[in-house]
């Protein structure tokens, strides 16, 4: 897979805006470790579903309408 393009404007107001790569661990992850935590084993994800959930992650603040935008990049086929 070819990396993601940074996302170049704020996806609330559209005014051009820098964005900065961000590490983040994906939502599903996070609840599926809290469920192994509480004994409970989830189902895994299917392939197509992860893949598509997993993507780079940018973060970035909007001078025009003062929102901080956190943005996914997902992998389309």
Known sequence: M???VQPQFC???GTPIPYEAHEHE???EVLAEQ???RG???PPLPERVSEILAGESF???CPGC???SHVVAHHAR
Do not use: E, F, L, S
Request: one cysteine or more; a positive charge.
């Open 11 to 13: 996806p609330w107001c």
């Open 59 to 61: 973060v970035g603040a």
């Open 2 to 4: 070819a990396d993601a």
């Open 35 to 37: 469920a192994r935590a």
């Open 40 to 42: 409970v084993d989830p």
């Open 66 to 68: 003062r929102t901080v």
């Open 26 to 28: 994906p939502r599903y």
